[in-house]
Every structure is written in structure tokens, then in C-alpha cells.
């Protein structure tokens, strides 16, 4: 199986295998006449052209038209997958393409119009996701009250211990302790001044205690 082949576009003497040409069964041992490489080149080019772009958009339309839930698969699956890069794609050329932007607008105006929405809403199973929804976000409330009552519990319960811990903290002058002392946020606190009025705060209460 020694056998080589001459591709018709760059020239080059290359052996007949599928390494360096596709398969086609009317051709020279099997082989298509054009190499891989060339081949990789012009259907690069053939794609970049307006003519297969306008027959793709058709032929892609056609298919998603016949195999629609494949396609409502596929596109559901694949925004699960990178629905927050496309999402961040898409802000990007929304803020940059002035275009695009009014395109959305545009778009966005006319669902408005067009009634859309309050129809898709109003339909029976979306008005039971819709109860569904606002039960679950009453539940989440109660659970709010729920667990706001039983935090309160405990800290009645532990209030002495809770009293004495802060008591601690005060003592041990922390950093956020000594900002707000001085009306600071704690990051805005310079370690000097934080140091000194440390200093400050522990002499103070020294003579306090004389
Ligand atoms: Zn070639």
C-alpha cells in the first residue's frame, strides 16, 4: 500500500491515506483529489462567502422548522451549559454595537405591542407556575418570622452570656471597636491612629480605675 497521490491544488505528492485525504469512493484509490490541508483552506474561504451564509441561514432555518423540539433541546441544553457566558456575550455587544442595541429595542418594543407577554402569562399552566411561585416566596417569609422568633429565643435565653462577650470584645479594643468609637468605618482606620487611640482608650479607663 505504497501508493501515492498528487493533490490537484497545491501539488504535493502525498500518500493515499485517510492522514491526508478524505474518502471518496469515485476517486484515485479511494481519495478525493484535493488534501486535507487544501481542503481545510477552501471550505473556509467557501463558508466566508455571502452565497453560503444566505444558503446556510435557509437550509439551518429549515432544520430547526422540522426538528423543532431537537432544536428547542439542544438550545435548552446549551443555555444551561453557557447561559451566563452568552448572557455576558451578549451585555457586551448590547453596551458596544449601537446596532445590536437598537435591534433589541426594537425588538423588545414590538413583544411589548404586540401582547405577547400577557398572553404567554396568561395561559393555564403558566398562571399555575405563577401560584406556585408566590407560595413558595409566602413560605419563605413565614420561615423568615419563624427563624427571626427562635433567634430571638436563644438570644433572651443566652442574653447574659451574649452581654458578657461583647463586654469582652469591648475590652479587648478591637480594631472595628476603636473605628467606631471614633465614628470610622473600620478599613478607613490607619494603624497608627488606631494604635494611639487604643492607647488612649486604655489609659483612660486605667484612671478610671485608680
Ligand atoms: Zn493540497
Redesign the pocket.
Known sequence: MNDFKT?T????K?PSTKEFFHAQKKGLHGFRS??I???RVIAKKYRSTDEYKEKARVSHAKWREDNRDKHLEISRRSWANNGIKYNAIRKDKYNTDEDFKQKKKNAEKRYKESGARYLANSKPEQMEKARIRSKKRRLIDEKKDHDYARNAKWREKYREQLNLNSAIKRNELHKSYVAQCMRLKTEDLNENIYQTKKLIIQLKREFKNI
Open positions: 493533490c491544488n497545491c501539488n504535493e502525498l484535493v488534501c490541508d487544501c481542503n
